[in-house]
């Protein structure tokens, strides 16, 4: 924990904490709220911090540690007395500006068919929707850039299709 | 909608994903944040632990029920053969 640079990860949170957030309000299942997500994913790059060593893009990692701690999510914490992290510094506060009612429909379609999706695919429709290169896609999650390529090819087919009929 | 998914349908799936958390602000107090997370182990872990412990706990005590009279024995003689071996080792460097 000595290693900690306080600006770095200042830096890297407050650039990085729209995309967290993003993958947090995919992976949130009844009980959990992304706002708890959100902080026990901040915890776990706090941790995880020290043995970064920088053969990677720092956004790459912090997606992987995000995709890894909202994807066991569910077994983690999705059992009764089992807590996430609460962080006190963190507030979520609801905008003024609501958004439009169309934008919100299209919202919500696209998250309830991403939730559809199988694990692998969804990580993988999550990185690339948050415009990661297949390459990176593939060094997040283990797979060759063309069989990257390949699963995007099916996945957003079957994405285009769930949210076409939702929003129809 | 559909309309414009037929038109740049990817496109358009990336903008809305990243409109997505529009509704929310997120405000984070840093100094505060690196405080507590300097402090905390986090509440899921502390829950891991102590329910680790409760397994081992048990386990532990019906092991050392389980470890006969007779392996007691055996493990005391190599102890005393190990002694003796060691005092006698010691007892030869000391000459030279």
């Known amino acids: 924990m000595q290693k900690h640079s306080k ?9 990085n904490k729209g995309s967290i957030y993003r993958i947090c309000k995919i992976y949130a299942v ?33 997606y992987s540690i995000a995709l890894n701690v909202c994807g066991r999510a569910n077994t983690r914490f999705g059992k009764k007395n089992s807590k996430t992290t609460q962080l006190e ?36 429709v999550i990185l690339s929707l948050e415009g990661l290169k297949y390459k990176e896609i593939g060094e997040i999650t283990g797979l060759t850039e063309n069989h990257v390529a390949v699963k995007m090819k099916r996945i957003k087919k079957i994405l285009l299709h769930c949210i076409t009929q939702k929003i129809k | 909608m559909t309309e414009q998914i037929n038109k740049e349908p990817w496109e358009e799936l990336k903008e809305i994903w990243n409109n997505s958390t529009q509704g929310e602000q997120i405000n984070i107090q840093f100094s505060k944040l690196i405080e507590e ?42 102890l005393k053969m190990f002694n003796k071996i060691l005092k006698k080792c010691m007892r030869w460097f000391k000459k030279k």
Do not use: H
């Open chain 1, 7 to 15: 600006i770095n990860f200042e830096q890297i949170l407050e650039e």
């Open chain 1, 30 to 62: 009844n009980p959990i709220e992304p706002q708890d997500l959100f902080q026990e994913v901040v915890y776990q790059l706090w941790k995880a911090l020290p043995t970064f060593k920088g053969k990677s893009k720092i956004n790459t990692w912090i």
């Open chain 1, 89 to 124: 510094a963190i507030e979520f506060i609801p905008k003024a500006d609501n958004i439009a009612l169309e934008e919100e429909l299209k919202i919500t379609a696209l998250r309830a068919c991403i939730a559809l999706l199988k694990e692998e695919e969804r990580a993988i």
């Open chain 2, 37 to 78: 997370l300097k402090q905390g182990t986090s509440q899921w872990e502390k829950d891991a632990i102590k329910k680790d412990m409760a397994i081992l706990k048990p386990s532990l005590e019906s092991f050392k029920s389980k470890v006969s009279s007779r392996e007691k024995e055996l493990i005391n003689k190599d």
